[in-house]
T-cell receptor
Framework: EAQVTQNPRYLITVTGKKLTVTCSQN?????MSWYRQDPGLGLRQIYY???????DKGDVPEGYKVSRKEKRNFPLILESPSPNQTSLYFC????????????FGDGTRLSIL | GQQLNQSPQSMFIQEGEDVSMNCTSS?????WLWYKQDPGEGPVLLIA?????ELTSNGRLTAQFGITRKDSFLNISASIPSDVGIYFC???????????FGTGTSLTVIP
């Protein structure tokens, strides 16, 4: 089954404790991206990647890092999480060029205390 | 970043009624997408539009790419309870490689 898998689905942690949210897709997609979803703000892109070893900042990259060492994986790293990063996070992927519709994972709800 | 204005913000309708929502931008977009998000899940693509004026249907859903390329519309006919959820528009500007999302329309269908 074609899917985008995020882990963990839920995480409660404390300020400053580094964390990584993993994202993996099995569709051989070139394009992958991370979004955060906050009430009243919709989905805002954090980072995206056009292909292996190619990453670019989205609209809200501050406080986040990503890497794309393999085509299927695109982890999101919070080196020193802060409470304002409490949010619902989605990973997405698409085939080929960036105008192709993205497939989304089921989300990761992060709470930073 | 780009601003997409999606309206209405929420709708409460009776089962069987038709629904209309729209999305507008201040700049020209080359691609419009419509997604639906159910509680606890990620957005799922409903319709993709790639040409100005394009009208595309998916079952009871119909979406249009506005002629000005600055707006898009989604209509749902004869709504049913499983239409409940949040509907998002997303647009890809003429330049750049990232989609921008609207703030969503929350739809409640009263049986």
């Amino acid at each position: 089954e074609a899917q985008v898998t995020q882990n963990p689905r839920y995480l409660i942690t404390v300020t400053g404790k580094k964390l990584t949210v993993t994202c993996s897709q099995n569709m051989n997609h070139e394009y992958m991206s991370w979004y955060r979803q906050d009430p009243g703000l919709g989905l805002r892109q954090i980072y995206y990647s056009m292909n292996v070893e190619v990453t670019d900042k989205g609209d809200v990259p501050e406080g986040y890092k990503v890497s794309r060492k393999e085509k299927r994986n695109f982890p999101l790293i919070l080196e020193s999480p802060s409470p304002n990063q409490t949010s619902l996070y989605f990973c997405a992927s698409s085939f080929g060029y960036s105008n192709q519709p993205q497939h989304f994972g089921d989300g990761t709800r992060l709470s930073i205390l | 970043g780009q601003q997409l204005n999606q309206s209405p913000q929420s709708m409460f309708i009776q089962e069987g009624e038709d629904v209309s929502m729209n999305c507008t931008s201040s700049s020209i977009f080359n691609t419009w997408l419509w997604y639906k998000q159910d509680p606890g899940e990620g957005p799922v693509l409903l319709i993709a539009l790639y040409k100005a004026g394009e009208l595309t249907s998916n079952g009871r859903l119909t979406a249009q790419f506005g002629i000005t390329r600055k707006d898009s519309f989604l209509n749902i006919s004869a709504s049913i309870p499983s239409d409940v959820g949040i509907y998002f528009c997303a647009g890809l500007p003429g330049t750049g490689n990232q989609f921008y999302f609207g703030t969503g329309t929350s739809l409640t269908v009263i049986p």
